[in-house]
Every structure is written in structure tokens, then in C-alpha cells.
Nanobody, 125 residues
Framework: QVQLVESGGGLVQAGGSLRLSCAASGRSFDDYGMGWFRQAPGKEREFVAYINTVGTITDYADSVKERFTISRDNDRNTLYLGANSLKPEDTAVYYC??????????????????WGQGTQVTVSS
């Protein structure tokens, strides 16, 4: 098992930036591909970004491409999401999640086995 704890959320003005972190503990962090998802009020949770076990492959939702950057530091057992040019529609609870390679489509919730508790990001206009 792996335990995940997000941090770094907060209130930011439109156009601002944040960096979210996800600290992992338990089983080897670099055994898992990692993803970020988000859930806005009244909406379903949606895929944001993915990074493979060694950080060489990434993928993004169209809505965040060119603005968000996913990265990982396997020595520190930490996943990051850099978010720039934030928009009010980016307001959501952001979750990190871990998946075993080959678990299915990387943009679907069901392919992730472990989840953090989430961190709130609020973007004011």
C-alpha cells in the first residue's frame, strides 16, 4: 500500500500560480504511476495530469495543457503539480492518486488504487 497526502492548495487570484505537492509513504513510490484529478462543486471528478514511474512520460487534460506541469521526485517520494495562469474554472478539490502500471486507461479513476484526501484550490476572478 501507499499513503498519499496532498498540500499546497489555497486561494489565488485569476492569473496566479500554485504548486501542489503530494507526499507518499509506505510501499516504494517509484513502483507507481501517478495522477492528479480534480472535482469541482456539483461536478464529477475529472482527470488533470499523469506521470509515469520514472517521470519520462506525462499526459494532460486539454483544459490544463500549457498551463499545468506534473513532475515527481522519487528520491523525496513526492509528486507535484505546478499550476500557472489559473482560471476561476480551475477551482476544485485536487487529488493525487497512484496506479500500478498496466492498470488500464490512465485518465480513468478506476485505474488508480490509492488516493489522497484532497486539497482545495480556489481561484477568484
Amino acid at each position: 500500500q501507499v499513503q498519499l497526502v496532498e498540500s499546497g492548495g489555497g486561494l489565488v487570484q485569476a492569473g496566479g500560480s500554485l504548486r501542489l505537492s503530494c507526499a507518499a509513504s509506505g510501499r516504494s513510490f517509484d513502483d507507481y504511476g501517478m495522477g492528479w484529478f480534480r472535482q469541482a462543486p456539483g461536478k464529477e471528478r475529472e482527470f488533470v495530469a499523469y506521470i509515469n514511474t520514472v517521470g519520462t512520460i506525462t499526459d494532460y487534460a486539454d483544459s490544463v495543457k500549457e498551463r499545468f506541469t506534473i513532475s515527481r521526485d522519487n528520491d523525496r517520494n513526492t509528486l507535484y503539480l505546478g499550476a500557472n495562469s489559473l482560471k476561476p474554472e480551475d477551482t476544485a478539490v485536487y487529488y493525487c492518486a497512484a496506479r500500478t502500471p498496466g492498470s488500464g486507461a490512465l485518465w480513468t479513476e478506476n485505474s488508480y488504487s490509492y488516493w489522497g484526501q484532497g486539497t482545495q484550490v480556489t481561484v477568484s476572478s
